[in-house]
């Protein structure tokens, strides 16, 4: 058996709380952060195709300059191709002069077309004042050689002119392809984006759903487990209405368990009335039975022994023993006195109580129990404990239940003597009631869940697990304390505080 000293103590199971930033979040403030993130992934992507959108843009003007460019350039090729006509058909019969007057017009065009012409023709501007410049010389010598000199460089011109148009075409032509290939890059990003976008939300909604409708199935069916009496809390992993609808089961349940518990003690405490009443009924008439012919023995034993001190008989004390018929006559009258008293019907309000006599009563009434039949049970109970305030009627059950508890654990000891200690002493504004044994004791688990309801380590039939839970709900609501110290092995010791002031 242990030892006197602090006892285990274990604490309770902690609910684990739901962690976690979007588990903490509403289901409405779940709901704006999703259309928040498809928001944020519809800009994206607008965003995204915009820019590639403006590359493309910026090809098309491009496009449109070039465009604009071969138009200039079809034209100057044109005025080109007319002068150089006109001066070979011209120039063999005609004066220079009127040659050079008839492509006055062409060339004199040739000037702002190749100045729009730019970069894609370097040196347009140059070219075209030198072409003046020779028009004007042929206008005003008349010479043929000035007019063979324009129809170089206007020849030289055609040339240069074909290839930029040569070059103009293969720009274009690359421009086309990378306007395509972008058309191309810009329709395949927005497919994928978009599939992307559809997979990515699709699957977040199926798996929120999926998770909701099955937290949702869940409640349901602990609904119906409550229903039918299962009280096994649910793990609570969500933090909004779903998570808290959880918590909210889990506290109903809680106190349904509260209050099976107390209706429970409530039909133990009824159930043991009404035992101890029908106890009381059956000792009151055996006791009134047996007074009779207790009394009829006890006379007739006085009567012997003032006989037999009056005749000076020589058997007294030898062969006759009336007072030892008297000793156990007075034995028997006492036995259905304290059963009468431990059945009588009693008070269920608190009040003073001595304690050293309930448990007194409680302990001879307890030891004709038959698995205290080869224990001991030993008393050893202060004289100076103050009274209690509580309900006398809780003590001795709470006395009975533990003794019984007791004498089970000792049942379990193969060999050796069993032995249950009730022991009463001051600590406090309390009187603590030790009781211990020398049986069997507790592995720390058990020990763990020894006030649990219904928790119970007897074979079926022997036990429902209510008791010690009982024994702790009587106990807290007479404002006292309850405590149990215990090792596989080598016994158990609960220890009682009980008040001694009126709360």
Same mark, same amino acid.
């Given at each position: 058996?242990?030892?006197?000293?602090?006892?285990?103590?274990?604490?309770?199971?902690?609910?684990?709380?739901?962690?976690?930033?979007?588990?903490?979040?509403?289901?409405?403030?779940?709901?704006?952060?999703?259309?928040?993130?498809?928001?944020?992934?519809?800009?994206?992507?607008?965003?995204?195709?915009?820019?590639?959108?403006?590359?493309?843009?910026?090809?098309?003007?491009?496009?449109?300059?070039?465009?604009?460019?071969?138009?200039?350039?079809?034209?100057?090729?044109?005025?080109?191709?007319?002068?150089?006509?006109?001066?070979?058909?011209?120039?063999?019969?005609?004066?220079?002069?009127?040659?050079?007057?008839?492509?006055?017009?062409?060339?004199?065009?040739?000037?702002?077309?190749?100045?729009?012409?730019?970069?894609?023709?370097?040196?347009?501007?140059?070219?075209?004042?030198?072409?003046?410049?020779?028009?004007?010389?042929?206008?005003?010598?008349?010479?043929?050689?000035?007019?063979?000199?324009?129809?170089?460089?206007?020849?030289?011109?055609?040339?240069?002119?074909?290839?930029?148009?040569?070059?103009?075409?293969?720009?274009?032509?690359?421009?086309?392809?990378?306007?395509?290939?972008?058309?191309?890059?810009?329709?395949?990003?927005?497919?994928?984006?978009?599939?992307?976008?559809?997979?990515?939300?699709?699957?977040?909604?199926?798996?929120?759903?999926?998770?909701?409708?099955?937290?949702?199935?869940?409640?349901?069916?602990?609904?119906?487990?409550?229903?039918?009496?299962?009280?096994?809390?649910?793990?609570?992993?969500?933090?909004?209405?779903?998570?808290?609808?959880?918590?909210?089961?889990?506290?109903?349940?809680?106190?349904?368990?509260?209050?099976?518990?107390?209706?429970?003690?409530?039909?133990?405490?009824?159930?043991?009335?009404?035992?101890?009443?029908?106890?009381?009924?059956?000792?009151?008439?055996?006791?009134?039975?047996?007074?009779?012919?207790?009394?009829?023995?006890?006379?007739?034993?006085?009567?012997?022994?003032?006989?037999?001190?009056?005749?000076?008989?020589?058997?007294?004390?030898?062969?006759?023993?009336?007072?030892?018929?008297?000793?156990?006559?007075?034995?028997?009258?006492?036995?259905?006195?304290?059963?009468?008293?431990?059945?009588?019907?009693?008070?269920?309000?608190?009040?003073?109580?001595?304690?050293?006599?309930?448990?007194?009563?409680?302990?001879?009434?307890?030891?004709?129990?038959?698995?205290?039949?080869?224990?001991?049970?030993?008393?050893?109970?202060?004289?100076?404990?103050?009274?209690?305030?509580?309900?006398?009627?809780?003590?001795?059950?709470?006395?009975?239940?533990?003794?019984? /508890?007791? !004498?089970?654990?000792?049942? %379990? @000891?193969?060999?050796?003597?069993?032995?249950? $200690?009730?022991? #009463?002493? +001051?600590? &406090?504004?309390?009187?603590?009631?030790?009781?211990?044994? /020398?049986? !069997?004791?507790?592995?720390? %688990? @058990?020990?763990?869940?020894?006030?649990?309801? $219904?928790?119970? #380590?007897? +074979?079926? &039939?022997?036990?429902?697990?209510?008791?010690?839970?009982?024994?702790?709900?009587?106990?807290?609501?007479?404002?006292?304390?309850?405590?149990?110290?215990?090792?596989?092995?080598?016994?158990?010791?609960?220890?009682?505080?009980?008040?001694?002031?009126?709360?």
């Amino acid at each position: 058996m242990p030892a006197s000293g602090p006892l285990e103590v274990v604490p309770p199971p902690q609910p684990a709380s739901p962690v976690g930033t979007l588990r903490g979040l509403t289901l409405r403030a779940k709901a704006v952060l999703l259309f928040v993130a498809f928001g944020a992934f519809i800009a994206f992507t607008l965003i995204s195709v915009g820019q590639q959108r403006g590359r493309l843009i910026a090809i098309a003007e491009d496009l449109e300059r070039l465009h604009v460019v071969e138009s200039t350039l079809a034209r100057v090729s044109a005025a080109s191709a007319a002068a150089v006509l006109k001066i070979n058909d011209d120039g063999a019969f005609a004066e220079p002069r009127e040659v050079a007057q008839s492509v006055a017009i062409e060339i004199e065009s040739l000037g702002p077309g190749l100045r729009v012409l730019g970069e894609l023709f370097p040196g347009g501007p140059q070219l075209a004042a030198r072409l003046e410049d020779r028009l004007a010389r042929a206008r005003t010598t008349s010479s043929r050689a000035d007019l063979i000199d324009l129809r170089s460089e206007v020849n030289v011109l055609v040339a240069r002119l074909g290839q930029s148009a040569v070059e103009l075409r293969a720009r274009k032509d690359r421009l086309w392809e990378g306007y395509r290939a972008k058309y191309d890059e810009i329709t395949l990003s927005l497919v994928a984006m978009t599939g992307a976008g559809l997979v990515f939300f699709g699957a977040l909604t199926v798996v929120f759903f999926t998770r909701l409708a099955g937290d949702l199935r869940r409640l349901g069916d602990q609904a119906i487990d409550v229903v039918r009496g299962r009280r096994e809390p649910i793990p609570v992993t969500r933090g909004d209405e779903v998570g808290r609808l959880m918590d909210s089961v889990n506290r109903m349940q809680e106190i349904l368990r509260e209050r099976e518990g107390a209706l429970e003690v409530t039909r133990q405490q009824r159930f043991h009335q009404e035992k101890m009443a029908a106890v009381g009924s059956l000792a009151a008439a055996v006791a009134h039975e047996i007074n009779n012919p207790i009394a009829a023995i006890q006379g007739v034993a006085e009567s012997i022994r003032g006989n037999c001190e009056n005749s000076r008989c020589g058997n007294l004390g030898n062969h006759c023993h009336p007072d030892m018929i008297l000793t156990h006559t007075k034995r028997i009258a006492q036995i259905t006195r304290q059963l009468a008293d431990l059945t009588s019907a009693r008070s269920v309000e608190a009040e003073w109580v001595d304690l050293n006599s309930l448990l007194r009563s409680t302990a001879s009434f307890v030891s004709f129990d038959r698995r205290l039949r080869h224990a001991r049970l030993d008393l050893d109970l202060d004289p100076a404990v103050p009274a209690v305030w509580s309900v006398p009627d809780h003590i001795t059950q709470v006395a009975m239940n533990l003794v019984l /508890n007791a !004498a089970d654990a000792i049942s %379990e @000891v193969a060999g050796g003597e069993g032995r249950v $200690a009730i022991a #009463t002493r +001051p600590n &406090g504004g309390f009187v603590r009631v030790e009781v211990s044994d /020398n049986g !069997a004791g507790m592995e720390p %688990e @058990v020990l763990a869940r020894a006030f649990e309801e $219904a928790f119970t #380590t007897k +074979p079926a &039939g022997r036990g429902s697990g209510i008791g010690l839970f009982m024994c702790k709900t009587l106990i807290e609501r007479a404002g006292g304390r309850i405590a149990i110290a215990s090792r596989a092995g080598e016994g158990t010791r609960v220890e009682v505080d009980l008040p001694t002031r009126e709360p």
